[in-house]
Every structure is written in C-alpha cells, then in structure tokens.
C-alpha cells in the first residue's frame, strides 16, 4: 500500500525558507487521479491545510493553496522521483510545527478525503 | 474560505456511554446529494487518521461504534460506547470546496 514520508532539516533561521519533501513509496505519484498536500500543526494546537498539488494527465502541476500562506508557499513535484516538496519563504516562530503530507483520492472529478498521512516531521524556526 | 467550527472544544465521557461531537461549516459543504465532510481521528504523537468520509461512509477498519451524519451546514460524530481506546482529539474537514479545504478546531475527548 502507499506509503509517504516527509524529510528536511528539523530547524530553520527566522526569515530563511523552510524546504521539505514527501517520498511516496508503493505507488506512482503521477499514476491514477490524486492531489497531494501538505499540512501542519503547531504544537498542541488544530490541523492546517498549506495547499496541494495535482500530479497526473494534463493538467499535472496544478496548485491550490491556503490564502493565509499562498504569498509564502511553494508546492512542487518530481515524478522521477516520486516526491512532492514545499517551500515556505521567510519563516517566523509561527510556522514552527510538525509538518504532514497526505494523499487525497480524486473520484470521478470529485476530490476525497485525504485517505494516507505520513508521520510527520517536525520543524523548529528559531536562530 | 469555509470555517468549519466544531463543538464542544471538549468533552469527557464515561466509558461505554455515548459521545456526540458536532461541525458547523459557514456554508453549505453539500452538493447533489454528496456531503463533502470528513472526520479524522488523532492520537498523541501519531498523524490524523480518516475515520469517516461522505459525512458517513466509515474507512474501511473502522468499528461500526463511530458514525456520522448531517447535511448541509451541519454534521455530527458519533462514539455509540466509548471505548479507551477511543481517548483522541477529532476533526473535521471540508473537501467541498474547489480551490481550499479547511478543518474545524478539533475536539478533545476524553474518559470521565
């Protein structure tokens, strides 16, 4: 079965970008219909969605983000090595949390819930 | 964006009694019949994980004790008999929208 797996540095510098990558194993990411995003959660508080991306036919690339983060965040692919990435640019203390990625099925033009999580990885903003 | 707002933000429950979370979305998250609502459950140190989906299609391996419902602007979860095992912040999440998906702020449940 699918399997993800984030990966990137555990502290970043205020003001500096905040890199990292989603593995997906046991399946293509750009086979089937899926986006895939990008959570987090800060410390003891909710789930917030950071955006996604589409990886299949046509229209692979395509990406929607939260309008809070949309100036800051980058979401990219590399189907050759089935991995997903986010940037977040100039980070502050704020963005410190434990950054997800997750896979959501897309049925018949309708978008899922996100079925697959990965660990987790978590990301400190300090100097 | 749709804000999805769960209440109560916690609740305590005997075990084997019933647990009743509800989720407000500020507009309707429906759509020809589908409810595009999920419920997630999270455990301490452990990513969220889908219970149900559709409002009230359970995930495949979840116990028949969780069920959902609601339409609309509206959904609840249901915990039939808490179990221990059951102890976990809840959350639930709209897939209704084309351009962003938003959680609502979690509920802890908890054993009386």
């Known amino acids: 079965q699918v399997q993800l797996q984030e990966s990137g540095p555990g502290l970043v510098k205020p003001s500096q970008t905040l890199s990292l990558t989603c593995t997906v194993s046991?399946?293509?990411?750009?086979?089937?219909?899926?986006?895939w995003s990008w959570i987090r959660q800060p410390a003891g508080k909710g789930l917030e969605w950071i955006g996604r991306?589409?990886?299949?036919?046509?229209?692979?690339?395509?990406?929607n983000y939260n309008s809070s983060l949309k100036s800051r965040v980058t979401i990219s692919v590399d189907t050759s090595k089935n991995q997903f990435s986010l940037k977040v640019s100039s980070v502050t203390a704020a963005d410190t949390a434990v950054y997800y990625c997750?896979?959501?099925?897309?049925?018949?033009?309708?978008?899922?819930?996100?079925?697959?999580w990965g660990k987790g990885t978590t990301v400190t903003v300090s100097s | 964006d749709i804000v999805m707002t769960q209440s109560p933000d916690s609740l305590a429950v005997s075990l084997g009694e019933r647990a009743t979370i509800n989720c407000k979305s500020s507009?309707?998250?429906?759509?020809?019949?589908?409810?595009?609502l999920a419920w997630y459950q999270q455990k301490p140190g452990q990513p969220p994980k889908l219970l149900l989906y559709?409002?009230?299609t359970r995930e495949s391996g979840v116990p028949d004790r969780f069920s959902g419902s609601g339409s609309g602007t509206d959904f609840t979860l249901t915990i039939s008999s808490l179990q221990a095992e059951d102890v976990a912040v809840y959350y639930c999440?709209?897939?209704?929208?084309?351009?962003?998906?938003?959680f609502g702020q979690g509920t802890k449940v908890e054993i009386k």
């Open positions: 999440q709209q897939y209704y929208s084309t351009l962003t998906w938003t």
């Open positions: 046991g399946g293509s990411i750009s086979s089937g219909s899926y986006y």
């Open positions: 559709w409002a009230s």
């Open positions: 507009q309707s998250v429906s759509y020809s019949s589908k409810n595009y």
């Open positions: 991306i589409y990886t299949s036919g046509t229209t692979s690339g395509t990406t």
């Open positions: 997750a896979r959501t099925p897309i049925v018949h033009d309708y978008a899922g819930p996100m079925d697959v």
